[in-house]
């Protein structure tokens, strides 16, 4: 039962979530307009005289008392405010996060980050978690006929999440997990439901267990690819603009050069920072001396370099060693953008059934110069 120390425990939670993670933003919207909702059902009813017999959600919400509400909503500010504030050292901070941070939230939509249009999670849903959406429309069917606020709180969450997720322009693929949770639970109550039938033989039990198999074996054809055998191959649509696997290589060649070489004197390493070529090496090579240089820039940084990873357009502004480079291409990073404007019904089931992309696979094609006979 709702306790008085309730709202002060969760108005402090709550002020830490919205200072930790940008999300609490959207699961506060989401649940607080399903809870709203529900209150607005309950107060209708009420003046109708068909007030719900154990009070509801508005009862369950008033119960901790007024003073306990007010001590809830005083934890919030407060630990809002220390938050915000750095300890009350930057009081403007208070106005940011309640303010500002959302401001510049809403004004970054245009920029798209990803480069996503708006039907990519619908895209990823079907694509790798297909015997999941599956039974989440059982799930759905079942919470339409079984209805209770809970049930219809996984319907709502589900639907919420999809489409928020699906207009705000940052898309990449780790945010579908917002929308896939509560599918899941969708999926649970449809699993549920067709176990229930199997047993008091509403449903055959060889085509219930031949149903099962499917979904499981489908599920493991799709996800197991990309997780285990293709975890950086673009065409894969849970793949991200990606660090290419042909870094490894780079990075084992240039640790070795390191270790043989004599103590005191590393190897003059050169490494282009143009076009954002700066990661991942300044992890991979963060114990080492490494030169960071914008070689579109400063081509003449790379004289007397030992080895120079240079992105594939500025290699011929940089100066020659006598005996001349060893060159190695590699791809820096990949990407696929499908032809979302342009593809057909043909193209999306080529990708479903055997992954085959269309549109084109960008890559950053970048160069390893080695100088073996010195400058």
Do not use: C
Request: net charge negative.
């Amino acid at each position: 039962d709702p306790a008085p120390w309730h709202p002060p425990v969760l108005g402090a939670v709550l002020a830490a979530a919205f200072a930790t993670k940008e999300t609490s933003y959207i699961v506060v919207a989401v649940l607080g307009l399903y809870l709203g909702f529900l209150v607005a059902l309950e107060l209708l009813d009420r003046r109708r005289n068909r007030p719900s017999a154990d009070g509801g959600v508005y009862a369950a919400l008033v119960a901790p008392g007024r003073r306990a509400l007010l001590w809830g909503l005083a934890a919030f500010v407060f630990t809002f405010a220390v938050l915000f504030s750095v300890g009350f050292t930057d009081l403007g901070g208070i106005w940011d996060g309640a303010v500002e941070g959302l401001r510049y939230w809403m004004s970054q939509q245009p920029v798209n980050r990803g480069s996503q249009p708006w039907p990519y999670y619908l895209a990823i849903l079907v694509g790798y978690e297909l015997p999941i959406l599956v039974l989440a429309g059982g799930g759905v069917v079942v919470a339409l006929r079984r209805s209770d606020p809970a049930r219809g709180l996984i319907v709502w969450t589900a639907f919420a999440y999809l489409v928020i997720y699906s207009w705000a322009s940052e898309r990449f693929p780790w945010l579908v997990v917002h929308p896939l949770v509560p599918i899941i639970l969708l999926a649970g109550l449809g699993a549920q439901a067709l176990w229930e039938a199997a047993r008091r033989r509403r449903v055959p039990r060889p085509i219930f267990l031949v149903g099962a198999a499917a979904l499981v074996a489908v599920l493991f054809a799709i996800s197991v690819p990309v997780v285990y055998r293709e975890p950086t191959n673009p065409r894969q649509l849970l793949v991200a603009v990606q660090t290419s696997p042909e870094l490894l290589e780079v990075r084992e060649r240039l640790e070795s050069l390191y270790a043989a070489a004599p103590e005191g004197r590393p190897p003059v390493v050169v490494i282009d920072t143009s076009d954002s070529a700066t990661w991942p090496w300044a992890w991979y090579l963060r114990e080492w001396p490494v030169e960071w240089r914008d070689l579109a820039a400063e081509p003449a940084a790379a004289t007397g370099a030992d080895v120079v990873l240079s992105l594939a357009a500025n290699v011929d502004r940089l100066p020659v060693p006598p005996g001349g480079w060893e060159v190695e291409p590699y791809e820096h990073r990949v990407w696929w953008l499908p032809a979302w404007g342009t593809g057909g019904a043909g193209d999306w089931l080529g990708w479903l059934t055997r992954r085959e992309t269309f549109g084109d696979v960008g890559a950053l094609d970048a160069v390893e110069l080695r100088a073996p006979q010195g400058w």
